[in-house]
């Protein structure tokens, strides 16, 4: 089993919408969410918190527990990625050998860009934990 954690980052634009940030992965060619292995002694909070400044170059302030989602991966393993709600406290953004992009987008256009539908189900339960009361 391959243990992973990550963040739905969310931020308020200058209008004061919420913003979800989705990375895009060139070697899988997809649309996600920051997420990643869990190091071998490290929690996986410790890992969400990581992953998201690697992958996104921001740090977040980790909230609310949202859905573990288990998956069969490009390699036919099982995967479990535990993931949080994680509000964006700042950072810039830098191309990285994992990750070629990052987008800002509300929530409805997030939920069309993502590649993979276990991924849009974690939309709703981030957006109650932000204190939007959205399906």
Not at 98 to 127: F, G, K, Q
């Amino acid at each position: 089993m391959v243990r992973a954690a990550g963040c739905v980052v969310w931020r308020r634009s200058s209008s004061g919408s919420v913003e979800l940030a989705l990375v895009f992965r060139p070697r899988w060619s997809d649309w996600s969410w920051p997420k990643g292995k869990i190091k071998k002694g490290e929690t996986a909070r410790a890992a969400a918190l990581r992953e998201v400044q690697e992958e996104t170059g921001h740090t977040c302030r980790l909230g609310s527990d949202l859905p573990t989602l288990r998956y069969v991966d490009h390699a036919g393993r099982e995967k479990e990625v535990k993931y949080w709600a994680a509000e964006s406290i700042g950072g810039a953004f830098l191309p990285n050998n994992e990750v070629s992009e990052l987008i800002w987008l509300p929530p409805d256009e997030a939920r069309e860009r993502l590649t993979y539908a276990r991924d849009r189900e974690l939309i709703s339960p981030a957006l109650v934990a932000i204190g939007l009361d959205q399906r």
